[in-house]
C-alpha cells in the first residue's frame, strides 16, 4: 500500500515545534526508503515541507524545514500517531524541592523558612477530541456526508415548490369548474333532453307541408294552428325545439330543414344575449368560405368586389331561432350583428387566421 500519509514535526515557521498531520506528496523530494515498515524514520529524516494554511497565495505555498516522524497508508493510522505524539508533549512535568540551607548556617537576621516551593503551573490546554474519533464520524460508515445533508435540503426546498404551484393550479382549475362547466353541462342537457325521442307516440310540431327531416320517412301528422301556438309558448324560458335529423346532426327551428352539430348547437343555447347566439348560428349554418364572399342580402359594386346574397331558407331558420330562444328580438340587430360577424371573419382571413 502506497504510503500517502505522514506526521511532521515542523523546525521552522510560525507552527516551529508543532506537530502536523500531512500528505506525503507536500514533503519536497519525498524518500520512502529512508522509513522502516512500521512507517518510522530509520535515521533522523529531516525535509522541506509546504506549510498550507489559510488560503494558497499566489506564488504557492511556503516550504519549511521539518522532521518526518512517521508516515502510513491511512489517514486512520496517521491521526493515531499525532495523537499521542500530542499526549507525551502535553503530560505534566514533576516539580522538584527547593533545597534549603540548614538552619545553622543561616544568620540570626534571616527569617526564611524550609518550605516547599510552589509546583510549577503547567498550562492545560483545551480538552482536544480524539482526532481518530472525529475520523471516523466524518468518513466512518453509517454517517451521512454533509454534502448529502446539502443536496437533501434543496430537494426538500424544490419539493415543497412544486406543492405550491401545484396548488395554484389545482385552485385555477377548480375556479374555472365552477364558474364555466355548469353553463356548458346546463345547455348540453337541455339539448339532449330535446332531441331525446319520447316513449310514447306523439305528434311534433311542425310547419303545415313541410318536412321535418331530410332522413325521415312515412307521413308526418300536422297540428291546428291553435295547437302549435299553446305549445310554442308554454316553455319559459322559450328554446328552440329542434327536431332530429341523424345521431349528430339537430334542427335549428322546426320546419325549416337547416341542420347543425350538436355541439354547435350547445354552444349556442348556452349564449347569454341574442347578438353572441346569432353569430354561433352564422358559422355553424354557413361554411366560411361562403361567409368569405357574401353578405346579408347582397351587394353589387362598380368598382369594388360583388357580394353574393346569403342562403334565405338558412336566414330564415335563424331569424326564427332567434326570436323564439330571445323574444322581441328587433330584426334589424339580427341583419346588423349578421353582417358585423362576416366583416370580422374577412378581416382575420386576410391576416391568415381562421376563426369561426
Avoid at 325521415?216 to 302549435?228: A, L, Q
Amino acid at each position: 500500500m502506497e504510503r500517502k500519509f505522514a506526521v511532521v514535526q515542523w523546525i521552522e515557521g510560525e507552527d516551529s515545534g508543532k506537530f502536523s498531520d500531512v500528505k506525503t506528496d507536500a514533503i519536497r523530494s519525498y524518500d520512502d526508503s529512508k522509513m522502516d515498515q512500521d512507517g518510522n524514520p530509520i535515521s533522523p529524516y529531516s525535509a522541506f515541507i509546504e506549510w498550507r494554511h489559510g488560503k494558497k497565495p499566489k506564488g504557492g505555498w511556503p516550504h519549511y524545514k521539518g522532521d518526518v516522524l512517521f508516515v502510513s497508508g491511512t489517514r486512520f493510522e496517521n491521526t493515531c500517531k499525532l495523537n499521542s505524539l500530542l499526549e507525551e508533549v502535553e503530560r505534566p512535568q514533576l516539580t522538584k524541592r527547593v533545597s534549603v540551607a540548614p538552619s545553622k548556617y543561616r544568620g540570626e537576621s534571616d527569617d526564611s523558612t524550609d518550605i516547599e516551593t510552589e509546583p510549577k503551573k503547567v498550562k492545560k490546554s483545551k480538552v482536544r477530541a480524539d482526532p481518530a474519533e472525529d475520523f471516523l464520524k466524518t468518513y466512518g460508515p453509517g454517517q451521512p456526508h454533509s454534502v448529502d445533508n446539502h443536496d437533501l435540503r434543496k430537494t426538500l426546498v424544490e419539493l415543497k415548490q412544486e406543492v405550491k404551484d401545484l396548488k395554484e393550479e389545482n385552485t385555477k382549475w377548480k375556479e374555472m369548474v365552477l364558474q364555466d362547466v355548469p353553463g356548458l353541462l346546463y345547455g348540453m342537457k337541455k339539448i339532449m333532453d330535446s332531441i331525446t325521442p319520447p316513449k310514447t307516440t306523439t305528434p311534433r310540431l311542425t310547419l303545415q307541408g313541410t318536412p321535418r327531416s331530410t332522413s325521415s320517412s312515412g307521413p308526418t301528422p300536422v297540428k291546428s294552428p291553435s295547437s302549435r301556438l299553446s305549445t310554442a309558448t308554454s316553455a319559459s324560458p322559450p328554446i328552440p325545439s329542434p327536431t332530429v335529423s341523424q345521431s349528430s346532426k339537430v334542427e335549428i327551428h322546426p320546419g325549416t330543414g337547416v341542420m347543425i352539430d350538436k355541439i354547435a348547437w350547445a354552444y349556442a343555447l348556452n349564449s347569454n344575449s341574442a347578438t353572441v347566439f346569432v353569430r354561433h348560428l352564422l358559422t355553424a349554418v354557413f361554411p366560411l368560405e361562403i361567409l368569405l364572399v357574401s353578405n346579408l342580402r347582397g351587394t353589387k359594386r362598380s368598382g369594388g368586389d360583388t357580394r353574393l346574397p346569403l342562403d334565405k331558407n338558412k336566414l330564415d331558420a335563424i331569424y326564427s331561432a332567434t326570436l323564439e330562444r330571445f323574444p322581441g328580438t328587433p330584426l334589424s340587430s339580427i341583419g346588423t350583428t349578421i353582417n358585423a360577424k362576416i366583416t370580422e371573419l374577412r378581416s382575420k382571413s386576410k391576416t391568415s387566421t381562421p376563426h369561426s
